[in-house]
């Protein structure tokens, strides 16, 4: 059995600091990747917010990112100007959506040089390595975040992960480049952040982390009324809102099984390590169980800015903005075994977390493209799943794959859930 610690799972984000009992270093500048999606904008939240609460530290939204929400790019833009601290740096990733004249036109209005507006994939890249940045926000969706995490990895940077994909795709591949460069990985995740924060409370080898799920809009649901499940009700997650394509996650559980890979290469354990259990009221985050038998688990009320407030601030405590419980309310805190029958997608991603190498960047990419064929009424719910599977079996495996081969292997994985969901119309 492997002997889980913070110190080779998530290494303690405090190593680099000059002020052990704090905790952390007076300024930090934070690069966040994805500015403008859920993790993003409650990233900026809380930056605001530990600015105006921690007065012995100060946290500068020092680059942000847009792809097409560039409207919501300039607000984020307009609220750190009014707490005093503009970004730097406004990154455009898609060049297509606003041009260098237009973006330095608008912008220009708020103050901005040409020279700190950027764009395309390759200005994410330079973000995440700037010597200037302390802490990199990895909160883009998809396979899209994998060369700027990568990149903050290999830089050595504090790198609160919310791009779980980073890990499913190259998981091996980012725990060696963390060893070469001391890079930190701080879990943003819900389910990691729990299990990070109740192996932090015991110094005791860990014999099992257990990942809550909550289920989705189709806890209940039979398989045929998932098969006949159409976008608008796979959205409506019970106890969070995120981005869509987590959303879809979540009803499939690919979410869950994406997780039970991220949880593997985070803390390094086998999958025989990992459970999952189905928590529909999202208060149970994760739980550790150790050799005695003892289980921890971290509890709060599903609010993301809880997560992202420890990723910065860890290993400090500060009041955050999450609403703490309403202890005057009766709180039902139910646990069911996962069913992994109705629910296939756990099956693949304990397959997945088992076999390592290629299976992860596979699954992944089959993944993104059967989630926007569903959203685009191409295909069926319970198709989702079997496009993955089927785009997994079909591919050739590799156990060391190089970050060349794992990105040839997701454009080829690309085509070939194409390939097998017109197969399924
Ligand atoms: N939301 C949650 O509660 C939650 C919880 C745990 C983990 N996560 C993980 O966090 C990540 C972000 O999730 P989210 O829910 O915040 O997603 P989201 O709301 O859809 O936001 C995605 C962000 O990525 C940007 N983006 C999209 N495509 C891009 C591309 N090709 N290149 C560069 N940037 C691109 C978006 O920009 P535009 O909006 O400007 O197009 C947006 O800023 C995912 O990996 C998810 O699994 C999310």
Partial sequence: MTKITTENTVKSATSASPDPQRGSLPHQNVAVLGATGSIGTATAEVIGHLNRIDPNHRWKLWAASGHSNLDLLEQITCAAMGDGEAPERLIFSDPTCLSPAHAAQRFGRHGYQPESLKFGPEALVDAARHESVDVVVAAIVGRAGLESTLAAVESGKR???????????????????????????????????AIWQCIAESKSPVRRLILTASGGPFRTASRDEMENARPESALEHPTWQMGRKITIDSATMMNKALEIIEARWLFDVSADQIEVVVHPQSIIHSMVEFEDGSVLAQMSPPDMRLPIQYALTHPRRLPCQAPAFDRTQRWDLTLEPADLERFPALQLGFQVARSGGTAGAVVNAANEVAVGLFLDEQIRFTDIVRVCQKTLESHTFDDQPTLSRLLELDQWSRQEAQRCAALLR
Avoid: I, W, Y
């Fill in 159 to 193: 790198v609160a992960l919310a791009n779980k994909e980073t890990l499913v795709v190259a998981g091996g591949l980012v725990r060696q480049r963390m060893t070469q460069s001391g890079a930190k990985l701080l879990p943003v995740d819900s389910e990691h952040s």
